[in-house]
């Protein structure tokens, strides 16, 4: 007996997919046994009732009633909502479809069985809108993709029912009777559809066009762009085809069986094959082929298919006539026509309208359904009534022209594949901002003072720079920046390290327009600073070029630790010459992968392709970063077992959304013409409504190779899932939360964060009765203070005897800080107090939210934690003296007066912050307690240069201008 996992995974299924497709494949069901018993009555009772020229009429007549009946619906669109327009079709269908018969019944017209017989297009045009336009709406590209072919299994399997019942029920009733089954049949469908329209309310209760569009002529909207062009041909090709093969079909089934019931009989077990073979291919093939190759043959495998059959008839009917064989090829063809159209062709066609906006997607939908497939009942009526006006035209001559047609068909397919491609791309271009291929650079002329050449002048601005005011030191950074005087630089060089904070930024950025290489030491040293970084980063990158060789020499200076290096690799993808693209290559192999990391991400915004020597290593890089990613991704699915670990689950998460867009980078620089920084939005943002488009772009821009290793990672699917598809190219360990605990620990730090670590030792509380001492003990002797705090704790509260025996021993180290450190753990040192604890706090703040965690590291370690009791109020003139912080409420509420008498309530959770540079004019005044509350004051500038950092130096020209 199948594990329900693995009937699930033959299927392509996952858990709960079944609860969200119940309701759709049971309206599925009963319209698949509606639709194929009115069919086979229909069609055994027109065929008996007229000669073969009136199938052409018939075909013309039903393409005029669809469109009339599409264009109603399109009038009343912008008027409804589409839930009701779903319904109202439905109960149209089953008052006309009743009309008619109670027609027949009273006046026994043999012309009631033509109406009847035009009336299977009226099915098709009503499970089109009240179904599949439902389906496309509230599913995305991804749940489509896996799901619609499934859903539609109802239809198959009910057809499969009715078709094979049909000799059955003959035995009991007549074909007319079976057209009163049909009805009843069709009140259940409405039933359903009033269910779906109430659960998915929200989803459908919009209107299909807006109200105030400009109306377009039908024949206009569909020509105002080669995408909507395809769609309306890859719409009319299959509906013509249909009854193409359907005609000749009709024609030689009736030659072979000319009674009515024998008739009847024989179509209800021919389709009813088909429904079986139709089955198979949806459940087992369908979501893997398409998964697999997307549009690739989803469009083209029923023109191939049909064109083989069709080939071969027409030679054999040459030769030999149109005996049994040749019926057989005709039988052939209407069986891929039933087979391969309905579980490959019609789903897969169906994604061509994910790409388009839903509101725009619903109003197309209906116009296909009005347009082109009402138009496809006409051009094959027209065309098959032309033909078969002439005697001499047999079936063989038809299979002849319509080889033909197929061979059209067959272009116009591959060629909506490029167009589905370029629609794709443009889709994700409006979704997702694109980066800046270069930053902004200082292009200010220097321009002489006037009068420069005057002594007096220049002792003024002298005067000026060595003036007690601030605002007069100030004042004469831009003076001597712009007098043109060599000596210039010296006052430069004093005013770059002036105790005002803004005399210093703007100095620091007059000494990167004035170029002079005796102001390069200062900046350099003022690289590593948290307050002074930025406008150094923008000073050395407006130097260029002649700073290269400095920089590179800083670089290499064995003093200088990981974070200066990066700072130094930011400022060199500012420069973007050919010097600054020979240094980030000569770092592709450097030892640090946060450094490598870092060098792509640079390379990356300066459009860098690699060179064919250089895609080896890249694809290395890409195995290495891909591996790494599954390793989270099974570090979750391992932690989330114990539900005690949360917050180790939302580091691995956090870990993940940092790691993953590396692989973008790689790409970028390994792939040509490909941009990934799109997709790479995307998946930071989360974007829900585009997300399934990366599996799209993906199929579309990697090689096979590449596609097998990272389309998994990015799939909307369970994280298990995801390592469970990976499992080939990156296999994983299935270990216990606490082996995987320690797997964390023990991994190499040069690739996960400290943030990371230190939730992963803050988690072995939770394992009081192992012994992990010496692990802890490892880890305190670390040179993050992040992980060596975490690390002390977790040893005082499990292990202290341990503990004491460490803080012994740290007493003779040269480095007394652990010591200092285990003496303020021993005093009544509070988790919360942790520095992991207050970065995981400050992290949920909306303006930090986004950036990586170890870059928070430096606030956390110097902001202030302030207790207040209810309703004492804080006078904040002390805290603001380098500008107004930021204020967190960590627990509680307070009320927050302005220096402008403006009053603001901040709840648990929120904040308070205005942006140092240029100088505010609102200053916090004092916070009153509402209650007993906590807040966290951060460093303004320390805020403000990270934000800056990590918002494509958006602050370059407020910085300049301060």
């Excluded at 002390?792 to 021993?809: D, G, I």
């Excluded at 202030?864 to 006078?875: G, N, P």
Aim: aromatic share 12%; with cysteine.
């Amino acid at each position: 007996m199948l594990k329900k996992e693995r009937l699930y995974h033959l299927m392509n299924l996952k858990e709960g997919d079944l609860k969200v497709v119940n309701p759709f494949m049971r309206y599925s069901f009963f319209m698949g046994v509606s639709v194929a018993i009115f069919y086979t009555a229909t069609m055994s009772l027109f065929l008996n009732s007229f000669d073969r020229t009136m199938l052409p009429k018939a075909y013309i007549a039903s393409g005029i009633i669809v469109y009339a009946l599409g264009y109603i619906v399109s009038k009343i669109q912008e008027r409804v909502y589409f839930s009701k327009i779903a319904l109202f079709l439905i109960i149209f269908l089953i008052i006309s479809v009743t009309a008619l018969l109670v027609g027949h019944f009273i006046t026994g017209n043999k012309w009631i069985y033509f109406f009847l017989f035009i009336w299977n297009r009226v099915f098709v045009f009503v499970n089109g809108i009240s179904f599949w336009a439902i389906v496309s709406r509230i599913f995305n590209l991804q749940q489509a993709k896996r799901l619609v072919s499934f859903i539609t299994t109802g239809d198959v399997i009910s057809s499969i029912v009715s078709y094979l019942s049909v000799p059955l029920l003959l035995q009991f009733i007549d074909t007319n009777g079976l057209l009163y089954l049909s009805i009843g049949t069709l009140v259940f469908c409405l039933v359903l559809m009033v269910t779906i329209s109430k659960r998915y309310k929200s989803e459908l209760s919009i209107f299909s066009r807006e109200k105030e569009k400009p109306k377009q002529k039908t024949f206009n909207y569909f020509f105002k762009s080669p995408y909507y062009t395809a769609v309306f041909m890859l719409a009319l090709f299959p509906v013509m085809g249909l009854f193409y093969v359907e005609f000749i079909f009709a024609v030689e089934s009736k030659k072979v069986f000319p009674d009515k019931e024998l008739l009847t009989g024989f179509l209800g077990l021919f389709f009813g094959l088909c429904a079986i073979i139709e089955l198979l291919i949806k459940t087992l093939l369908y979501g893997r082929f398409i998964e697999k190759y997307g549009l690739k043959l989803g469009l083209v495998v029923l023109p191939l298919v049909l064109t083989i059959f069709y080939a071969f008839a027409a030679v054999y009917g040459t030769f030999y006539g149109t005996t049994y064989v040749f019926f057989a090829f005709i039988v052939m063809s209407r069986f891929a026509m039933s087979t391969v159209r309905k579980s490959i062709s019609d789903p897969s066609y169906q994604l061509l309208f994910q790409p388009i906006h839903p509101e725009e997607r619903l109003e197309l939908q209906s116009r296909i359904e009005g347009g082109p497939k009402a138009g496809g009942n006409i051009v094959a009526g027209v065309l098959l009534l032309g033909l078969t006006y002439f005697t001499f035209i047999d079936t063989v001559y038809l299979s002849y022209i319509f080889v033909g047609i197929l061979v059209v068909w067959l272009w116009v397919a591959f060629s909506t594949q490029s167009l589905y491609r370029n629609v794709l791309k443009n889709l994700l271009k409006e979704s997702a901002k694109r980066k800046s291929s270069s930053d902004k650079k200082n292009t200010e002329t220097v321009m002489p003072m006037e009068d420069a050449g005057k002594k007096t002048d220049f002792d003024i601005v002298i005067k000026m720079a060595n003036s007690p005011l601030p605002e007069e030191r100030l004042e004469s950074v831009t003076l001597l920046e712009n007098s043109g005087r060599y000596y210039a630089f010296k006052y430069i060089d004093a005013l770059m390290q002036d105790t005002n904070p803004r005399v210093k930024r703007a100095a620091l950025l007059a000494a990167g327009n004035i170029r002079k290489m005796e102001l390069w030491p200062h900046l350099l040293n003022n690289i590593t600073s948290n307050y002074f970084k930025l406008p150094t980063k923008i000073a050395l990158a407006s130097i260029g070029d002649p700073v290269m060789g400095e920089l590179e020499r800083f670089f290499n200076r064995t003093e200088n630790d990981r974070a200066t290096q990066k700072e130094i690799i930011s400022i060199v993808e500012k420069i973007d010459t050919l010097s600054s693209t020979r240094f980030l290559r000569a770092k592709m192999n450097h030892p640090d992968p946060h450094i490598r990391d870092r060098v792509f991400e640079a390379l990356n915004q300066n459009r860098y392709t690699a060179t064919v020597l250089e895609r080896t290593h890249i694809n290395a890089e890409i195995d290495e970063k891909a591996a790494f990613v599954v390793w989270l991704m099974a570090a979750q699915a391992d932690i989330r077992r114990m539900p005690e670990l949360a917050p180790l689950l939302n580091s691995l998460e956090e870990e993940t959304k940092q790691t993953a867009p590396k692989l973008f980078n790689l790409l970028n620089v390994l792939i040509v013409d490909q941009d990934f920084d799109l997709i790479k939005d995307l998946y930071e943002n989360n974007n829900e409504a585009t997300q399934g488009f990366v599996q799209e772009v993906f199929s579309m821009a990697l090689t096979e190779d590449l596609r097998v290793k990272l389309a998994p990672i990015f799939e909307e699917d369970t994280i298990e899932d995801k390592v469970q598809k990976c499992r080939e190219n990156y296999p994983q360990q299935h270990l216990s939360p606490e082996e995987r605990v320690l797997d964390i620990i023990n991994r190499d730090f040069a690739q996960l964060s400290s943030e990371l670590k230190a939730s992963a030792i803050q988690s072995l509380l939770h394992f009081p009765n192992s012994q992990n001492q010496y692990v802890l003990i490892s880890s305190a002797h670390s040179n993050s203070e992040v992980i060596v705090e975490t690390a002390l704790y977790v040893l005082h509260q499990l292990y202290p005897t341990t503990f004491e025996e460490f803080k012994e021993t740290a007493a003779f180290l040269p480095n007394c800080h652990r010591t200092d450190l285990c003496k303020k753990i021993e005093h009544g040192f509070k988790k919360e107090d942790l520095l992991i604890n207050k970065l995981n706090a400050i992290r949920t703040i909306d303006l930090l939210k986004k950036l990586p965690a170890d870059s928070l590291l430096p606030m956390t370690i110097s902001l202030q934690k302030l207790q207040l009791t209810s309703y004492e109020t804080l006078l904040m003139d002390r805290y603001c003296t380098a500008g107004p912080p930021l204020l967190f409420v960590y627990e509680g509420e307070i009320e927050l007066l302005e220096t402008d008498g403006n009053q603001q309530w901040i709840s648990e959770g929120g904040y308070w912050f205005r942006e140092p540079e240029p100088p505010p004019t609102v200053y916090l005044q004092s916070v009153n307690a509402l209650k007993d509350s906590t807040i966290f004051l951060l460093d303004p500038y320390l805020v403000y240069n990270l934000i800056a950092e990590n918002t494509a130096y958006k602050e370059d020209v407020t910085l300049e201008t301060a």
